[in-house]
């Protein structure tokens, strides 16, 4: 079956720039989205076709996309913005959803 | 306000059925489609199926784990959402969200950007 990976874990101090990344052979073809979800929360949509982001989502968020990976990126990282993050996609019929095993993203 | 209440959960006995709704609010509930996801404790996040809108067929699709098991229905007229779960293995044991996404299609589409608060369901004898 078709799968994203993503990196366990990312850590960065505050005000830096976290990167994380999700790989997939059927990327170049489908479309990701990124979700954060917090501690006892329902996930919050923060990119959504690889690089746009909904309103409401604040600047810092960005995504792109290279080949077979596609890289969240979150510039002047906040303390707020400790949480899991999760690709997702399609896989290459474009008829079923995956998702990536997640990133847990400590702020220091 | 735009709003997803998901109800139906609770403990069920293994190969026992449960259903799960989803009652919308705030939005023209027919315009979209709309998807179930669970989340195992401890686990990440997983797809379990969608319903395109009727402007699309309201056609389904599933995971592969609860396919032949789980059905997902809709009814337009009272915005509301079904997930019924038959077959229920201890593995089914999660909280289930619903969302929504706003093409209708899903694939290629905008991303679920409404999530209900979830509802627990725990399959155990």
């Known amino acids: 079956s078709y799968e994203l990976t993503q990196p366990p874990s990312v850590s960065v101090s505050p005000g830096q720039t976290a990167r994380i990344t999700c790989s997939g052979d059927?990327?170049?073809?489908?479309?990701a989205y990124w979700y954060q979800q917090k501690p006892g929360q329902a996930p919050v949509l923060v990119i959504y076709?690889?690089?746009e982001r909904p309103s409401g989502i604040p600047e810092r968020f960005s995504g792109s996309s290279s080949g077979t990976t596609v890289t969240l990126t979150i510039s002047g990282v906040q303390a707020e913005d400790e949480a899991d993050y999760y690709c997702q996609s399609a896989d290459s019929s474009g008829t079923y959803l995956v998702f990536g095993g997640g990133t847990k993203l400590t702020v220091l | 306000e735009v709003q997803l209440v998901e109800s139906g959960g609770g403990l069920v006995q293994p190969g026992r059925s449960l259903r799960l709704s989803c009652t919308a609010s705030?939005?023209?509930?027919?315009?979209?489609?709309m998807s179930w996801f669970r989340q195992a404790p401890g686990k990440g996040l997983e797809w379990v199926g969608f319903i395109r809108s009727k402007a699309y067929g309201g056609t389904t699709e599933y995971a592969a784990s609860v396919k032949g098991r789980f059905t997902i229905s809709r009814d337009d007229s009272k915005s509301i959402a079904y997930l019924q779960m038959n077959s229920l293995k201890t593995e089914d044991t999660a909280v289930y969200y619903c969302?929504?996404?706003?093409?209708?299609?899903?694939?290629?589409?905008?991303?679920?950007?409404?999530w209900g608060q979830g509802t627990m369901v725990t399959v155990s004898s």
């Open positions: 059927a990327l170049p073809k489908q479309y």
């Open positions: 705030g939005f023209t509930f027919g315009d979209y489609a």
């Open positions: 076709k690889d690089s």
């Open positions: 969302t929504r996404e706003s093409t209708g299609v899903v694939i290629p589409g905008h991303g679920f950007d409404i």
